[in-house]
């Protein structure tokens, strides 16, 4: 009789252990998850590459810009950028020579209140906790991946002319962050009390 409980003990405590593995299992999907996205077309950073590439500077115009979804009325990506904005991203042109300068931002430092342009910024990512959920939870360690990529664009007018485009960003954001708290749930414990007591 001795041995069929043992055996049956071992046998609940193997369930038990089953059961609280597939349980961990099943709350890693419980992890928060994030996302960080500016509306726009483009799904990647080279869809986003290759929209700009069609509109060539001195042959586009600024109605053509709009006809590729670069409307700054319809776009929330798109910053207008009036001449000091623009003066302020080429004050480096200044201290070189005419001729060395790329012939758009010449055109646009000579022309003044004439010309201005659009930034554009467009970022998509998303942010995923990773780990065991339960130390995740109690706020023992906390890992975070996150992905995505970004694009950063410069377009400037010379009245409705395009005259200058230059493109940047990260085709691939692949960052992993780790925070560990040894004390878990009580690692702000000290610093609630210490701001409660300054009060």
């Known amino acids: 009789m001795p041995h069929i409980c043992n055996r ?5 405590r193997l369930f038990a252990l089953l ?15 994030a996302k960080t996205e500016v509306v726009s077309d483009w799904n990647s950073y080279d ?20 006809l590729e979804g670069l409307d700054p ?3 929330p990506a798109i910053t207008v950028l009036h001449f000091s904005d623009v003066l302020q991203r080429f004050a480096a042109a ?39 959920f339960w130390i995740d939870s109690l706020n023992f360690k906390r890992e975070t991946v996150t ?21 940047g960003g990260q085709p691939t954001i692949n960052e992993y962050e780790v925070r560990r708290n040894p004390l878990g749930p009580l690692q702000g414990w000290g610093d609630g009390s210490l ?5």
Request: aromatic letters at 4%.
């Open 8 to 12: 049956l003990i071992r046998l609940i």
């Open 94 to 132: 200044a201290l070189i020579k005419p001729e060395d300068v790329d012939r758009g931002i010449r055109d646009c430092l000579h022309v003044g209140k004439q010309c201005n342009g659009y930034a554009i910024s467009v970022k998509k990512l998303e942010r995923r906790r990773v780990g065991n």
């Open 47 to 66: 869809d986003a590459v290759k929209s700009l590439a069609s509109i060539t500077p001195y042959k586009a115009t600024r109605a053509e810009v709009h």
């Open 147 to 167: 992905k995505g990529w970004s694009v950063d664009a410069l377009l400037v007018f010379v009245d409705d002319l395009l005259v200058y485009e230059l493109v």
């Open 195 to 199: 701001q409660a007591a300054i009060r």
């Open 73 to 75: 009325h319809l776009n």
């Open 19 to 33: 059961g609280l593995a597939a349980m961990a299992g099943a709350c890693t999907s419980l992890l928060p998850t």
